[in-house]
């Protein structure tokens, strides 16, 4: 090494160069500036000056470092290659590493298999899994779903171990984030439907949606923690299936896990007798809603009256002000108490609704009474009954064959009425845990909603509709990437949870997403050194990472040249 000066104005500069033999000639080659000389003898630390900046090419970082780092904490690379394939030898990159970068775009920028390959280049993705770029192709992301779920054709049938991935995974997630003390989970069970392109799937069949409308689907159901909205487990259904018919399957699918039974939450849909004594003979505490298609609910609903005072309050909804009492009555083959619970607001509008359609029935039949004079007995009937309608029962009518007045003579059947209103807005909940408060008991009913934003997250934040895929295991396994899109998101949301000590919006779970996601990361050279650099980190987003205790995510480094 030799050290140059030079001199400008009344100081010397000083700066290191490495002579390099080339050929015959010896070259010197620029190593770094030093600074003033002055400086230097006094000990003085030299200011740094960028005397030659190197920049390489900037690459998407924040989002996907995060997610990838959350990735990491809930170990999927290594629990989904150790299940799917065991301790055989496998050629190039580990399937584990595609699907979790899959799920990652899942959760940030939805693209297909097709487009992976392209966009997968723009990011850090390739550095983090320690794969080069051009390996990531479509037909590599492809492979690594069969590893997941494929057809074995020598026995012609499925090798699905989308099971025993998710039992991993959730034993994992309760090591790292266990139940408080003394607590069992309370879990939610749902199933929705799932737009389908395509008819040769056999999963792909003719079903109706939540709107009644008729379309090729498959569909899927889910079984999520009440504690941190994370996945349990989830199963794939053909899109006709209904979700009474797929209790069996969940209750199997509990004992397999062999977690600590706890509470099970579902809806009215899914209510039967026998479900709810094989929920009881599993050790699991029930809470859902009944239907009123039985004489024994109607009856419990008919004999329950819920007065709307301060002792009956329960809670304030988006939907309205909920009122509730204990009741009993036989129900599903031995007498029960239950919830019996009003929602006053939409009482009253369906009241006033009903008020209305037998008002304008009233005012029709009294101007038929006078302008129909002239028309025949079976005339009249037949303009009574279009006018009426399905409305029969509470509106009582008689057509006068002679006399003066009107030729119409009617009523309200108010009784009727009455006993019709009375049940408006009224629904009965099922406890099978009769410690439980009214208030308890409700609450926990009308909290499983966290279940449909699962599914509405899925949907619109995910895109998981509609499927494109043809193969049945080629859907299953794509079913399986979505679901682990969002446990990375439930993780994520917990982390803001935790930090508060309460429930969060999910609005700031996706504002720091889509803030990280303006984060690039470029390498610059100085020199001899090259430094990291994180473009357009923001003091919000340094201020929510230390929240959520990630602050060392975006560190820069400085990487020394050999």
Not at 6 to 21: A, N, T
Not at 114 to 125: A, H, P, Y
Not at 421 to 441: F, G, I, M, P, Q
Request: proline share 3%.
């Amino acid at each position: 090494m030799a050290i140059h000066k030079v001199k400008r104005g009344d100081k010397v500069y000083l700066s290191e160069y490495k002579k390099v033999r080339e050929g015959k000639k010896v070259k010197s080659i620029f190593v770094r500036y030093i600074g003033p000389e002055d400086q230097i003898k006094e000990g003085k630390k030299p200011k740094r000056v960028l005397d030659r900046i190197q920049m390489s090419r900037s690459h998407r970082a924040g989002d996907v470092r995060l997610l990838w780092k959350i990735a990491e904490d809930l170990d999927f690379i290594n629990i989904v290659d150790r299940i799917c394939c065991g301790e055989s030898y496998i050629e190039g990159p580990s399937p584990a590493k595609f699907l979790t970068v899959w799920a990652i775009n899942r959760v940030i920028d939805p693209e297909s298999c097709t487009q992976l390959e392209r966009w997968v280049k723009t990011t850090d993705l390739p550095l983090l899994a320690g794969i080069e770029p051009e390996l990531f192709t479509k037909d590599a992301f492809l492979s690594s779903l069969d590893f997941v779920c494929r057809h074995d054709s020598s026995s012609n049938r499925l090798v699905d171990y989308t099971t025993s991935i998710d039992d991993a995974l959730y034993r994992h997630r309760r090591k790292m984030c266990p139940l408080p003390p003394g607590e069992n989970e309370t879990v939610a069970y749902d199933l929705t439907s799932i737009l389908f392109f395509g008819v040769s799937c056999p999963l792909a069949v003719l079903g109706r949606n939540a709107k009644h409308v008729k379309r090729h689907q498959v569909n899927l159901a889910l079984l999520v923690s009440k504690y941190d909205k994370s996945p349990i487990a989830h199963f794939v259904y053909s899109g006709n299936r209904k979700d009474a018919s797929t209790v069996k399957n969940l209750l199997a699918r509990l004992d397999e896990t062999k977690i600590r039974p706890g509470t099970l939450i579902w809806d009215r849909g899914n209510v039967s007798e026998e479900h709810v004594k094989m929920v009881e003979s599993a050790d699991w505490k029930l809470i859902c809603g009944v239907p009123k298609s039985s004489n024994e609910v109607v009856d419990i609903i008919d004999n329950t009256d819920i007065q709307s005072v301060p002792t009956t309050f329960v809670q304030k909804t988006r939907l309205g002000h909920i009122y509730a009492m204990k009741s009993s009555g036989p129900l599903f083959g031995r007498n029960r108490s239950v919830v019996i619970y009003l929602n006053q607001d939409r009482q009253m509008k369906k009241i006033n609704a009903t008020n209305e359609v037998l008002a304008e029935i009233g005012n029709k039949l009294s101007e038929l009474g006078e302008t129909g004079k002239k028309l025949s007995e079976a005339e009249l009937h037949e303009r009574i009954d279009k006018i009426v309608g399905s409305w029969e029962d509470y509106v009582r009518t008689r057509v006068k064959r002679k006399g003066n007045g009107p030729r119409i003579d009617w009523k309200y059947k108010d009784k009727k009425i009455a006993s019709l209103e009375s049940t408006y807005a009224k629904y009965v909940l099922l406890s099978t845990d009769e410690s439980l408060s009214v208030k308890e008991v409700v609450k926990g009913y009308f909290e499983k909603d966290f279940i449909e934003k699962v599914f509405r997250t899925l949907k619109t934040h995910e895109e998981i509709e509609p499927v494109r895929h043809r193969l049945e295991h080629r859907v299953r396994a794509y079913m399986f990437i979505c679901v682990l899109a969002y446990r990375l998101l439930s993780a994520l949301q917990f982390k803001f949870e935790e930090a508060k000590g309460k429930e969060c919006p999910w609005e700031q779970t996706f504002d720091l997403l889509q803030e990280l996601g303006r984060v690039e990361r470029t390498e610059v050279g100085f020199g001899n050194e090259v430094k990291t650099w994180y473009l357009n980190v923001t003091k919000s987003i340094s201020d929510e990472l230390k929240k959520i205790k990630m602050k060392d995510l975006l560190k820069e480094e400085i990487i020394l040249k050999m």
